[in-house]
């Protein structure tokens, strides 16, 4: 069974940071791409960071360019993201994430989310 759990997350003033943490399992996680999207109230969600299996290549939303890092540890199967001066809107829910293709059919595995609340 695939699972996704996220932590990390918690009330954190302006222009201050956070590292959220997904520990995966149930999947060969090394052989797959990670990802982060946070979704808030009345919002779809929105995808926040990529990277790739052997984490070399790493891709971020534009409003996320320069403030958050998203990294992995393959032998602890464990993604991150290291978030750095935030602001009040990113606010959200953050979702770790992986769709890996199993037999022509690409599955969408998410986790349980982890609050991120920037506020003074």
């Known amino acids: 069974e695939v699972q996704l759990v996220e932590s990390g997350g918690g009330l954190v003033q302006p222009g201050g940071s956070l590292r959220l943490s997904c520990a995966a399992s149930?999947?060969?996680?090394?052989?797959?791409?990670m990802s982060w999207v946070r979704q808030t109230p009345g919002k779809g969600p929105e995808w926040v960071s990529s990277?790739?299996?052997?984490?070399?290549?790493?891709n971020y939303a534009d409003s996320m360019k320069g403030r958050f890092t998203i990294s992995r540890d393959n032998a602890k199967n464990t993604v991150y993201l290291q978030m750095n001066s935030l602001k009040p809107e990113d606010t959200a829910v953050y979702y770790c994430?992986?769709?890996?293709?199993?037999?022509?059919?690409?599955?969408?595995?998410w986790g349980q989310g982890t609050q991120v609340t920037v506020s003074s």
């Open positions: 990277i790739h299996v052997g984490g070399g290549s790493t």
């Open positions: 149930g999947f060969p996680f090394g052989r797959y791409d």
């Open positions: 994430n992986v769709r890996p293709n199993w037999g022509n059919t690409i599955y969408d595995y």
